[in-house]
C-alpha cells in the first residue's frame, strides 16, 4: 500500500479544481494509487460480508463497514475536504457491492441538488459575492441551449462555514439568436429564490451568507 498522504498534499491534489468541477476533483482522488488500492480491497470484503446476507439491511452494514474503514484510513483526506469546503463537504462512497470494482471515491456535499463546482467568498462584500456568481457562470456548457431546456451549471458558495447552492440557466431568448439569464439561489434551510437576475442575486447571496456584514457591504 502507498504510504498516507498528509492534509497538505490532499488540500494541494484537491483545491486547484474543486472551483472548476466536483467531478474533476473527485477523478484526481480515483486516480491515486493510495485510493484505488484500498477501495478494491475493501470493497470486495464488504461485499463478500453481504453474501452472508444478501438484502437491504446487509447492504446497509456493509455499506457502514466500508465507510468506517475508509474514515479510520483516510483521516488526513476527511479533514483536507472539511477545511477546503469550509465544512459543507465530506466524502461520499459509491460502493457497487454487486460489482465491486465499479465502486467510487468522491467529493460530496449531502445535499438534493448536484454540485457541479465549488467556491467561496473571499471576503463578505458585493464584490466578492459577484465573483462567485461569475465562477458559475463559467460553468455553464457551451453551445446554444434548446428552448424548455436550458444550459444549467449549480455551484455551492461558501463563506464561514455557511454554504448556498446557486444555480445559473441560461435560456433561449425570443428573439433570433437571443439568450437570457437567470440565477436561483438554494439556502439549506429555507425556501429557494428563484427567477432573479445577476444583479438582483448577488446581494441576495451576500445576504445570505454573511447577513451581519451584507448591511456594510452594501
Known sequence: ???????????????????????????????????????????????????????????????????AAFDERFPALLDAVADLTEGCGTIGLDWTPMNPTMSRVEVDFHRELAVDLFTRLDAPTLEAARAALYTVEEALPDGTPFPNRPNTATGLVAHDGSCVGVRVREHLGDDP??????????????????????????????????????????
Open 1 to 67: 500500500m502507498p504510504p498516507s498522504r498528509s492534509q497538505k498534499d490532499w488540500n494541494a491534489l484537491l483545491a486547484p479544481v474543486l472551483s472548476t468541477s466536483v467531478k474533476a476533483a473527485s477523478e484526481r482522488l480515483m486516480q491515486t494509487e493510495e485510493i484505488r488500492q484500498w477501495l478494491r480491497q475493501a470493497s470486495a470484503e464488504a461485499a463478500e460480508g453481504m453474501r452472508q446476507r444478501p438484502d437491504m439491511r446487509g447492504e446497509m452494514q456493509g455499506y457502514a463497514q466500508l465507510k
Open 177 to 218: 439568436g437571443s439568450r437570457h439569464r437567470t440565477v436561483t439561489l438554494l439556502p439549506e434551510d429555507q425556501n429557494a429564490l428563484e427567477n432573479l437576475s445577476a444583479q438582483d442575486a448577488v446581494p441576495r447571496l451576500l445576504q445570505l451568507l454573511a447577513p451581519t456584514d451584507s448591511s456594510a457591504a452594501a
